[in-house]
Nanobody, 126 residues
Framework: VQLQASGGGLVQAGGSLRLSCSASGRTFSAYGMGWFRQAPGKERIFVAAITARGDQIYYEDSVLGRFTISRDNAKNTVYLQMNSLNPEDTAAYYC????????????????????WGQGTQVTVSS
Protein backbone atom coordinates (compact mmCIF):
# COMPACT_ATOMS: atom_id res chain seq x y z
CA VAL A 1 0.00 0.00 0.00
CA GLN A 2 1.24 3.48 -0.83
CA LEU A 3 0.61 6.26 1.66
CA GLN A 4 0.51 9.99 1.05
CA ALA A 5 0.34 12.38 3.99
CA SER A 6 -0.79 15.97 3.72
CA GLY A 7 -2.22 18.84 5.73
CA GLY A 8 0.81 20.09 7.59
CA GLY A 9 1.67 23.75 7.90
CA LEU A 10 2.46 26.64 10.18
CA VAL A 11 0.02 27.43 12.96
CA GLN A 12 0.06 29.54 16.10
CA ALA A 13 -0.04 27.97 19.52
CA GLY A 14 -3.59 27.06 20.44
CA GLY A 15 -4.54 26.51 16.83
CA SER A 16 -5.66 23.42 14.96
CA LEU A 17 -4.66 21.38 11.94
CA ARG A 18 -6.04 18.26 10.32
CA LEU A 19 -3.64 15.85 8.72
CA SER A 20 -4.77 13.40 6.08
CA CYS A 21 -3.16 10.22 4.85
CA SER A 22 -4.46 8.76 1.61
CA ALA A 23 -3.79 5.14 0.75
CA SER A 24 -3.69 3.37 -2.57
CA GLY A 25 -2.63 0.03 -3.92
CA ARG A 26 -4.35 -2.49 -1.69
CA THR A 27 -7.37 -2.91 0.53
CA PHE A 28 -7.09 0.00 2.92
CA SER A 29 -9.76 -1.37 5.22
CA ALA A 30 -7.53 -4.34 6.06
CA TYR A 31 -4.79 -2.18 7.54
CA GLY A 32 -4.37 -0.73 10.96
CA MET A 33 -3.09 2.82 10.68
CA GLY A 34 -0.87 4.95 12.84
CA TRP A 35 0.62 8.40 13.08
CA PHE A 36 4.14 9.06 14.30
CA ARG A 37 6.14 12.26 14.58
CA GLN A 38 9.79 13.18 14.57
CA ALA A 39 11.19 16.45 15.81
CA PRO A 40 14.62 17.63 14.66
CA GLY A 41 17.39 15.70 16.37
CA LYS A 42 14.94 13.34 18.09
CA GLU A 43 13.65 9.85 17.52
CA ARG A 44 10.42 9.12 15.74
CA ILE A 45 7.70 8.58 18.31
CA PHE A 46 4.17 7.25 18.36
CA VAL A 47 1.23 9.65 18.28
CA ALA A 48 -1.94 7.68 17.63
CA ALA A 49 -3.25 4.52 16.01
CA ILE A 50 -6.55 3.06 14.88
CA THR A 51 -7.35 -0.55 14.09
CA ALA A 52 -8.51 -1.71 10.66
CA ARG A 53 -12.15 -1.77 11.73
CA GLY A 54 -11.79 1.45 13.69
CA ASP A 55 -12.94 -0.23 16.88
CA GLN A 56 -9.78 0.40 18.89
CA ILE A 57 -7.88 3.67 19.15
CA TYR A 58 -4.65 4.39 20.98
CA TYR A 59 -2.97 7.69 21.84
CA GLU A 60 0.33 8.82 23.21
CA ASP A 61 -0.28 10.43 26.58
CA SER A 62 0.80 13.94 25.61
CA VAL A 63 -1.79 14.20 22.83
CA LEU A 64 -4.69 12.56 24.65
CA GLY A 65 -7.66 14.91 24.66
CA ARG A 66 -6.14 17.17 22.01
CA PHE A 67 -5.67 14.90 19.00
CA THR A 68 -8.24 12.63 17.37
CA ILE A 69 -7.47 9.88 14.90
CA SER A 70 -10.19 8.66 12.58
CA ARG A 71 -10.55 6.83 9.30
CA ASP A 72 -12.87 6.75 6.34
CA ASN A 73 -12.47 3.41 4.63
CA ALA A 74 -14.70 4.51 1.75
CA LYS A 75 -12.17 7.25 0.99
CA ASN A 76 -9.08 5.19 1.84
CA THR A 77 -8.01 7.92 4.21
CA VAL A 78 -6.96 8.25 7.82
CA TYR A 79 -7.06 11.60 9.59
CA LEU A 80 -5.39 13.21 12.55
CA GLN A 81 -7.29 16.17 13.93
CA MET A 82 -4.94 18.21 16.10
CA ASN A 83 -6.32 20.84 18.45
CA SER A 84 -4.75 23.02 21.12
CA LEU A 85 -1.40 22.76 19.40
CA ASN A 86 1.70 23.88 21.25
CA PRO A 87 5.31 24.38 20.11
CA GLU A 88 6.25 20.93 21.47
CA ASP A 89 4.03 19.45 18.75
CA THR A 90 6.36 20.79 16.07
CA ALA A 91 7.62 17.84 14.04
CA ALA A 92 7.39 15.97 10.79
CA TYR A 93 4.32 13.75 11.01
CA TYR A 94 4.27 10.34 9.33
CA CYS A 95 1.41 7.99 8.67
CA UNK A 96 2.00 4.26 8.71
CA UNK A 97 0.10 1.11 7.83
CA UNK A 98 0.12 -2.27 9.52
CA UNK A 99 -1.08 -5.53 7.98
CA UNK A 100 -1.07 -7.11 11.43
CA UNK A 101 -3.50 -6.55 14.25
CA UNK A 102 -2.83 -3.41 16.27
CA UNK A 103 -3.11 -3.97 19.99
CA UNK A 104 -2.44 -1.75 22.98
CA UNK A 105 0.97 -3.39 23.45
CA UNK A 106 2.26 -3.09 19.87
CA UNK A 107 0.58 -0.09 18.23
CA UNK A 108 3.17 2.36 19.51
CA UNK A 109 6.17 0.59 17.98
CA UNK A 110 7.47 1.45 14.53
CA UNK A 111 8.26 -2.19 13.87
CA UNK A 112 4.54 -2.99 13.91
CA UNK A 113 4.12 -1.06 10.66
CA UNK A 114 5.27 -2.13 7.21
CA UNK A 115 4.21 0.85 5.17
CA TRP A 116 5.13 4.48 5.63
CA GLY A 117 4.19 7.71 3.96
CA GLN A 118 6.44 10.69 3.53
CA GLY A 119 6.35 13.20 6.34
CA THR A 120 4.26 16.33 6.46
CA GLN A 121 5.72 19.17 8.49
CA VAL A 122 3.80 20.74 11.33
CA THR A 123 5.27 23.89 12.85
CA VAL A 124 3.64 25.54 15.86
CA SER A 125 4.78 29.04 16.71
CA SER A 126 4.57 30.46 20.21
Amino acid sequence: VQLQASGGGLVQAGGSLRLSCSASGRTFSAYGMGWFRQAPGKERIFVAAITARGDQIYYEDSVLGRFTISRDNAKNTVYLQMNSLNPEDTAAYYCAGSSGELLWNNARYSDSYSYWGQGTQVTVSS
